[in-house]
T-cell receptor, first 116, second 117 residues
Framework: DGGITQSPKYLFRKEGQNVTLSCEQN?????MYWYRQDPGQGLRLIYY???????QKGDIAEGYSVSREKKESFPLTVTSAQKNPTAFYLC???????????????FGAGSRLTVL | AQSVTQLGSHVSVSEGALVLLRCNYS??????LFWYVQYPNQGLQLLLK??????LVKGINGFEAEFKKSETSFHLTKPSAHMSDAAEYFC???????????????FGQGTTLQVKP
């Protein structure tokens, strides 16, 4: 079955450490996204990529970095510069070039990062 | 600019009762509207979407939503709540991809639905 795989599901990190969250999709989607979810704040866009080797900052990119070397993969690094990294991170992908033009996102199951 | 407001962060209904989750949006371009559902510690799943055409949209699990342009609303309803409907629901808006619009989704803050037996 096609879908999005995020790993790890749970991750603990000490302050000052960088961590990388993995996101892999086999849907052949061009676009991929990273969202951060905090209680009561909905989903906030961190980075997105519409094509390999290109990506754009979202609304809360500070303290995060990404790469898009392959169509299937869009890893997110949470750096030590991110002041409050404890959150639930969601990866999504879409084939935005649909007939209707609607950008329907398919989500992974998420990764929960806790900073100790 | 686009934005979404979900009225009520928590909604509680009895099993079998009507479910009504409210969503209002603002958009400078014709909007595409979505409802997603999230179960605990899981990703989001698409319930339904409005693009063009019929303003009453039917989705999965018996949910439907009506696009009302004059009220800038896209409320989600279900005639009879089931215990399995307990989850968090997100409304989202985007514009048409192209013509300088990336089609990014803007999400509301979410509404947690509690279903009481």
């Amino acid at each position: 079955d096609g879908g999005i795989t995020q790993s790890p599901k749970y991750l603990f990190r000490k302050e000052g450490q960088n961590v990388t969250l993995s996101c892999e999709q086999n849907l052949n989607h061009d676009a991929m996204y990273w969202y951060r979810q905090d209680p009561g704040q909905g989903l906030r866009l961190i980075y997105y990529s519409q094509i390999v080797n290109d990506f754009q900052k979202g609304d809360i990119a500070e303290g995060y970095s990404v790469s898009r070397e392959k169509k299937e993969s869009f890893p997110l690094t949470v750096t030590s510069a991110q002041k409050n990294p404890t959150a639930f991170y969601l990866c999504a992908s879409s084939d935005y070039r649909t007939l209707s033009g609607a950008n329907v996102l398919t989500f992974g199951a998420g990764s929960r990062l806790t900073v100790l | 600019a686009q934005s979404v407001t979900q009225l009520g962060s928590h909604v509680s209904v009895s099993e079998g009762a009507l479910v009504l989750l409210r969503c209002n949006y603002s958009s400078s371009v014709p909007p595409y509207l979505f409802w997603y559902v999230q179960y605990p510690n899981q990703g989001l799943q698409l319930l339904l979407k409005y693009t063009t055409g019929a303003t009453l949209v039917k989705g999965i699990n018996g949910f439907e939503a009506e696009f009302k342009k004059s009220e800038t609303s896209f409320h989600l309803t279900k005639p009879s709540a089931h215990m399995s409907d307990a989850a968090e629901y997100f409304c989202a808006v985007s514009g048409v991809h192209g013509s300088g619009n990336t089609g990014k989704l803007i999400f509301g803050q979410g509404t947690t639905l509690q279903v009481k037996p």
